[in-house]
């Protein structure tokens, strides 16, 4: 069985430049999660899916960041425009919703410059 | 304070030893339980889930819990080199998967051979 797929593993962007990232869950995962890993730390929620509702977005940064899951399978995270704080790893993660058990993309690692 | 309270290392042992891994936490409502392991630039892979206070063992590792302490444990027997990751404790308020885990900030181990 495939896992959680993530695009693209790494992207360097100039400030201010927009970035995206996508995530395909694995298959009949109804929830979806977006993390933020700093360097040193544990993963923080952005953002969480219960298919394609937003349940929990009380962490992103809606003034750059946003968030969308068409058709409740994948998930895009956007950012416009890119600070260099924003510099970190970015790991989508689904789960089969009855039960705590969070299965991790390899993640994205974004470098702003 | 931070609800959940990880030493982050780093932590090197000889191959062959036991390694005892820890996190406290503050709100008494956490009631599941998890250790991620988290190789370098890869996402963290789930490990051990627990729910009740007490032991629970799977090969090398032994998942520990005491709620009235607010203290969890991850035993690794044997340490190999291949251990060498970051651990991250995760926990959360229910197991409906609609709760997102909170993470410690992980601890940093190193196998030496």
């Known amino acids: 069985e495939a896992g959680v797929v993530q695009s693209p593993r790494y992207k360097i962007i100039e400030k201010k430049q927009p970035v995206a990232f996508w995530c395909n869950p694995i298959?009949?995962?109804?929830?979806l999660y977006w993390y933020l890993q700093n360097l040193g730390q544990g993963p923080e929620l952005l953002i969480r899916?219960?298919?394609?509702?937003?349940?929990?977005d009380s962490q992103l940064p809606k003034d750059r960041f946003s968030a969308e899951r068409l058709k409740g399978v994948d998930s895009t995270l956007k950012i416009q425009p890119a600070e260099l704080g924003d510099s970190a790893v970015y790991l989508c993660?689904?789960?089969?919703?009855?039960?705590?058990?969070?299965?991790f993309g390899q993640g994205t690692r974004l470098t702003v410059v | 304070q931070k609800e959940v309270e990880q030493d982050p290392g780093p932590l090197s042992v000889p191959e062959g030893a036991i390694v005892s891994l820890n996190c406290t936490y503050s709100?008494?409502?956490?009631?599941?339980f998890m250790w991620y392991r988290q190789y370098s630039r890869k996402g963290p892979e789930l490990l051990m889930y627990?729910?009740?206070?007490g032991n629970k063992e799977d090969g090398r590792f032994t998942a520990q819990v005491d709620k009235s302490s607010k203290y969890i444990s991850l035993f690794i027997r044997d340490s190999q080199p291949s251990d060498s990751a970051t651990y991250l404790c995760?926990?959360?308020?229910?197991?409906?998967?609609?709760?997102?885990?909170?993470f410690g900030k992980g601890t940093r181990l190193s196998v030496i051979a």
């Open positions: 709100n008494s409502a956490f009631q599941y």
């Open positions: 627990t729910y009740s206070s």
């Open positions: 993660a689904s789960s089969p919703g009855v039960n705590t058990e969070a299965f």
């Open positions: 995760a926990m959360s308020f229910t197991n409906s998967g609609n709760t997102p885990l909170v």
């Open positions: 298959s009949g995962h109804n929830t």
């Open positions: 899916y219960e298919n394609e509702e937003a349940v929990d």
